[in-house]
C-alpha cells in the first residue's frame, strides 16, 4: 500500500549528540512537511519541501535542518538536540492541486538524555 | 490568512450517546478543511475532508462533519459514541494553493464514559 513511513519509531539520543530522523513516501507527492508535536500540543510546522525548494517557518530553531535528496525521501537532522526538543515528530505529505489531504506517518517519538 | 478554532479542549460524552466536536475557521481562499485523529503515541489519521463539493460529507468509522459558510463552521458529530473514539481530533484548514501551509487547531481530547 503506499504510504508514508518514518523510521525509527523510537529514538533516545543524548543531550547535544546530532541525531536524523527519516521519512520516505509512496505516493508520490510532491510537498513533504516535519512537524514537531509536544505532548497534549498541536503539531506545529519545522519546514516543508515543495519539490526540491525547502521553505523553512520563520520560528523554526537553526538547530534544525532538514534534507530531501528525492522525491522519496526526506530528512530531519538535530544538530544538537536539546531536553526541550525531545517530542513527536510528524512527516506527512500532499500533492498540491489535488485535495486529497495530507498524509501522516506513525512518527518519531524523540527522547533525549 | 487562515485560522482554525477548536471551541472545547475537551469532550465528554457516555457511550452511545452522540458527540459534536466543534470548529470555526477563517480564510482568505475558499477553503479545503479536513478533520484528523491521533490516537495515543500514533500518527495523524484523516477522518474526512471537504473540499467544495457536499457540504455534508461523510468519513470513516461513523463521523461525519457539515460545511456551513454562513457560520463559518465545520463541525465534527457521531451519532453514537464508542469506547475506541477516545483520542485527539484535529480540524485542520488549507488553501491548497502552492506552499500553502495546513493550519491545525489545538485538537479536542474526546472522553469516553462507560
Known amino acids: 500500500d503506499a504510504m508514508v513511513i518514518q523510521n525509527p519509531r523510537y529514538q533516545v539520543t543524548q543531550f547535544g549528540k546530532p541525531v536524523t530522523l527519516s521519512c520516505s513516501q509512496t505516493?508520490?507527492?510532491?510537498?513533504m512537511y516535519w512537524y514537531q508535536q509536544k505532548s497534549s500540543q498541536a503539531p506545529k510546522l519545522l519546514f516543508h519541501?515543495?519539490?526540491?525548494?525547502?521553505?523553512n517557518e520563520a520560528d523554526t530553531p537553526d538547530n534544525f535542518q532538514s534534507r530531501r535528496p528525492n522525491t522519496s525521501f526526506c530528512f530531519l537532522d538535530i544538530r544538537s538536540p536539546g531536553l526541550g526538543d525531545a517530542a513527536m515528530y510528524l512527516c506527512?505529505?500532499?500533492?498540491?492541486?489535488?485535495?486529497?489531504?495530507?498524509?501522516f506517518g506513525s512518527g518519531t517519538r524523540l527522547t533525549v538524555v | 490568512a487562515q485560522s482554525v478554532t477548536q471551541l472545547d479542549s475537551h469532550v465528554s460524552v457516555s457511550e452511545g450517546t452522540p458527540v459534536l466536536l466543534r470548529c470555526n475557521y477563517s480564510?482568505?481562499?475558499?477553503?479545503?478543511l479536513f478533520w484528523y485523529v491521533q490516537h495515543p503515541n500514533k500518527g495523524l489519521q484523516l477522518l474526512l475532508k471537504?473540499?467544495?463539493?457536499?457540504?455534508l460529507v461523510k468519513g470513516i468509522n461513523g463521523f461525519e462533519a457539515e460545511f456551513k459558510k454562513s457560520e463559518t463552521s465545520f463541525h465534527l458529530t457521531k451519532p453514537s459514541a464508542h469506547m475506541s473514539d477516545a483520542a485527539e481530533y484535529f480540524c485542520?484548514?488549507?488553501?491548497?494553493?502552492?506552499?500553502?501551509?495546513?493550519?491545525f487547531g489545538k485538537g479536542t481530547r474526546l472522553h469516553i464514559l462507560p
Open positions: 505516493l508520490n507527492h510532491n510537498v
Open positions: 480564510s482568505s481562499y475558499s477553503p479545503s
Open positions: 506527512a505529505t500532499s500533492r498540491v492541486g489535488q485535495v486529497y489531504g495530507y498524509t
Open positions: 485542520v484548514v488549507s488553501a491548497q494553493v502552492r506552499d500553502d501551509k495546513i493550519i
Open positions: 471537504y473540499t467544495s463539493a457536499a457540504t
Open positions: 519541501y515543495y519539490d526540491k525548494d525547502f521553505n
